[in-house]
């Protein structure tokens, strides 16, 4: 007979001595100590930049040969990876096949909680070859715990395919991070209620993914400034906000942005590349088809 399950050693699974008291006090204080501890999630993940930089680096460089990149994760973790893949496409405009999020249980476990299928390392393999997964795709692979067989089976698949892998965990030298080529452990610390994972863990979790594929568009050239370049106008809201991006990025009167938006053939990067270099719209074109579409590179192109 196996011994029973016991993860109380986990830094996720601990007591927070900062909370034990928090069923006592009023609302107010309630709330400023778990303010408090939420401050806290930030600066774990400062701590692990170089390690988050070094992912979103493997993302560009995966997407940029044609690659995509996939989430996978059970619960709270597995949720956190769908919601950032589904905010992929309108965010930057890229097809909603480039950035792929996926959860132990399918997509009913978005709604409704489905623990038990988190156990099966083949179901966790099998859903991602499912997903139509290969060697030239980058799988991100999330778990609190950093233990979660679902999440171990699929990251032990793309590795046996020969694909990069990246395990972002919240508990230190977790078999997760062991087993990706880029580990991210933000230590976010034990959780104001005693193993929830959906708060410390949780903001942590977001923070990072935020930084994985914002920092990857921004490499791929999808950004400029902090501007969304990639806009499509293709509404009367996206039309406005395309006219704004210009007037911003070059100084333009609304009238003006209008009409370079209108003569580049509705392309944001290419009226941009019009006003400020005083370009014809096949010129704009070329520049940027010779910098891979980065419109600062285009801009600074020679003559």
Known sequence: ?????????????????????????????????????????????????????????????????????????????????????????????????????FIAGGDAALRRSSEATEDSPEAGARDLLAHGFSRNDILCGIAASGRTPYVLGAIAEANRLGAPTIGLACSPNSPLAQAARYPIEPLSGPEVLTGSTRLRAGTATKLVLNMLTTGAMIRLGYVYSNLMINVQPTNAKLVDRAQRILMAAANLSREDAARYLEASG??????????????????????????????????????
């Not at 400023?32 to 993302?59: F, G, M, S, Y």
């Not at 589904?86 to 096949?97: D, L």
């Not at 070329?286 to 891979?292: M, Q």
Request: glycine letters at 8%.
């Open 1 to 101: 007979m196996s011994s029973p399950l016991d993860l109380g050693h986990l830094l996720t699974e601990q007591r927070n001595p900062a909370t034990t008291e928090i069923d006592s006090l009023s609302t107010l204080d309630m709330c400023r100590v778990i303010n408090e501890q939420d401050q806290q999630v930030a600066t774990a993940v400062a701590r692990v930049l170089p390690q988050i930089a070094a992912a979103v680096d493997a993302i560009a460089e995966t997407l940029a040969a044609g690659g995509r990149l996939f989430y996978t994760g059970a619960g709270t973790s597995g949720r956190l990876g769908v919601l950032d893949a589904s905010e992929c496409p309108p965010t930057f405009n890229v097809p909603p096949g480039l950035v792929i999020g």
């Open 266 to 303: 509705r392309s944001v990067r290419t009226a941009l590349v019009m006003a400020v270099r005083s370009a014809t719209r096949e010129q704009a074109e070329a520049l940027l088809a010779a910098t891979g579409g980065h419109v600062r590179k285009a801009l600074a192109l020679q003559e």
